[in-house]
Nanobody, 126 residues
């Protein structure tokens, strides 16, 4: 079965950087999207960034692969050979504090599956 394992979270002061990693194991269909979501205390889960298996900058039907709040600061990338997605986070702000979740959606014909990682805590101090 598919498993997603996140790493790289931690405590950092404002202006610092962190790099999150999400490694997927198991049988992964070639057509898929991987993305990062986050949920801050008392708030709803929100999309941070997403990337398709084709490597395009923008997922079809989406205006941008990044949330407005992170544009210019965060970069999502993939290593398909390692089935791993990364989120490079620079110029971190206290408002970036949240639990970050890795998400995988796979597409095969009409079959769509979704998987989630366990989450990794990112805390940015002022």
């Amino acid at each position: 079965q598919v498993r997603l394992v996140e790493s790289g979270g931690g405590l950092v002061q404002a202006g610092g950087s962190l790099r999150l990693s999400c490694a997927a194991t198991g049988t992964i269909f070639s057509i898929n999207t991987m993305g990062w979501y986050r949920q801050a205390p008392g708030k709803q889960r929100e999309l941070v960034a997403t990337s398709s298996s084709g490597g395009s900058t923008t997922v079809t039907g989406a205006k941008s692969p990044y949330a407005d709040s992170v544009k210019g600061r965060f970069t999502i990338s993939r290593d398909n050979a390692k089935n791993t997605v990364y989120l490079q986070m620079n110029s971190l702000k206290p408002e970036d504090t949240a639990v970050y979740y890795c998400n995988l959606r796979t597409f095969y014909s009409t079959q769509i599956q979704e998987f989630w990682g366990q989450g990794t805590q990112v805390t940015v101090s002022s």
